[in-house]
Each structure stands twice: as C-alpha cells, then as structure tokens.
C-alpha cells in the first residue's frame, strides 16, 4: 500500500515562498505519476500541479503557474512543490497525490492520497 506525507506547510505572508515535499513509500514511487492539488474551507479540491513518472512532464494549473514549481527525486522518493509570490488565495490544505496509470489533472485519476498539510497567506 502507497503512503503520502507531506510536509513544509505553514503561515506565511503574501509575496512570500514555501517549499512543500511529499515523501512517498509502499511501492516503486518512479513508477508513478504524482499530483499536488488544494483545498480550501468551502470550496471542492482543485488541481494544482502534477509530475509524470520520469519527471520528464509537468503540468502547472493556470492559477499559480509562473508561481509554483513541481519536481521530484526519484532516488528520494519524494515530490516537492516550490511556491513563490503566494497570495492569500493561495490558502488551503495542500495533499499530494499518486496514480500508477494516468497523468491528470482530475482528482478522481489519482488513487492514493497524503493527508494533507496546512498553507496559510496572510495579507
């Protein structure tokens, strides 16, 4: 069985960067494509940014792209999502995500889910 932990979460004020990571464990993690996505109070998930297996492919949703980094390290079984220029709207729970077969941006492609860590933007 695949588990997530994220980490990196915290308050920061707007203009400011955070750097999330994802460690991942339980199966071959270069075999799977990874998915960062948000969720904030009311509102439904959303797609941020995702990663394919290789690395070789990345997908930034429009609403942060120029702003957020995705990369991973296979030899570290980890994903990372740099966030530079946040803005308050940028506050939610950030969870990383795993599929083995399909690189998406659809929460419903992903199988295995980390728990989530807290961002928070203060103007």
């Known amino acids: 069985q695949v588990q997530l932990v994220e980490s990196g979460g915290g308050l920061v004020q707007a203009g400011g960067s955070l750097r999330l990571s994802c460690s991942f464990s339980?199966?071959?993690?270069?075999?799977?494509?990874m998915g960062w996505f948000r969720q904030a109070p009311g509102k439904e998930r959303e797609f941020v940014a995702a990663i394919s297996w290789s690395g070789g492919t990345t997908w930034i949703a429009d609403s942060v792209k120029g702003r957020f980094t995705i990369s991973r390290v296979n030899a570290k079984n980890t994903v990372n999502l740099e966030m530079n220029s946040l803005k308050p709207e940028d506050t939610a729970v950030y969870c990383c995500?795993?599929?083995?077969?399909?690189?998406?941006?659809?929460?419903?492609?992903?199988?295995?889910w980390g728990q989530g860590t807290q961002v928070t933007v203060s103007s």
């Open positions: 339980g199966r071959l993690f270069s075999s799977y494509n």
């Open positions: 995500a795993a599929s083995r077969t399909t690189f998406s941006s659809a929460v419903s492609a992903y199988e295995f």
